[in-house]
């Protein structure tokens, strides 16, 4: 089901690349921009993560952490991080349990087929732990930026 603006976030405690649990409430200090993303060192997601990692000081100045979350293991987490230098917190969904209570996981389209994954999508959620703003569908390219603009 989508959310809306307005929604109170799902909650949710998830594994980090280095196995450590990071729940919702762990980083509400701030406004947090939260991600859904397909799969790890793929090309769109490769984007999506060094642009919010190139745009991490901005996010900074507006009171915004990022925050992505794929189904991927710590370990392929791990990699990524180090093999795209990137400084985002990336959160493991393994069952894809979060990104469906954010409704991030369902029916796509994908080589002109019907199938089910991660619809890419972003969320931000303010300190209230309120949903603020719903970014659904969204391609990679320029999203960081196009959600930057938005705060």
């Given amino acids: 089901m989508a959310?809306?603006?307005?929604?109170?976030?799902?909650?949710?405690?998830?594994?980090?690349?280095?196995?450590?649990?990071?729940?919702?409430?762990?980083?509400?200090?701030?406004?947090?921009?939260?991600?859904?993303?397909?799969?790890?060192?793929?090309?769109?997601?490769?984007?999506?993560?060094?642009?919010?990692?190139?745009?991490?000081?901005?996010?900074?100045?507006?009171?915004?952490?990022?925050?992505?979350?794929?189904?991927?293991?710590?370990?392929?987490?791990?990699?990524?991080?180090q093999d795209k230098a990137l400084k985002i917190i990336l959160l493991c969904d393994p069952d894809k349990s979060v990104a469906s209570a954010y409704g991030a996981y369902g029916k796509k389209m994908m080589y002109g087929r019907e199938v089910f994954g991660i619809i890419r999508s972003t969320f931000v959620i303010g300190t209230d732990g309120r949903i603020e703003k719903v970014f659904y569908n969204v391609k990679a390219k320029g999203h960081a930026k196009a959600v930057l603009e938005s705060l």
């Avoid at 450590?20 to 921009?33: C, N, R, S």
């Avoid at 993560?49 to 710590?74: C, H, N, R, W, Y």
């Fill in 3 to 81: 959310l809306v603006v307005g929604d109170v976030a799902p909650d949710f405690r998830l594994k980090n690349q280095d196995e450590t649990e990071i729940g919702l409430k762990d980083l509400m200090a701030k406004k947090i921009v939260l991600y859904f993303y397909p799969k790890d060192n793929t090309p769109g997601c490769s984007i999506e993560a060094v642009d919010f990692t190139e745009m991490l000081d901005d996010f900074a100045q507006k009171g915004a952490i990022v925050v992505g979350i794929s189904p991927d293991t710590p370990k392929s987490h791990k990699k990524f991080i």
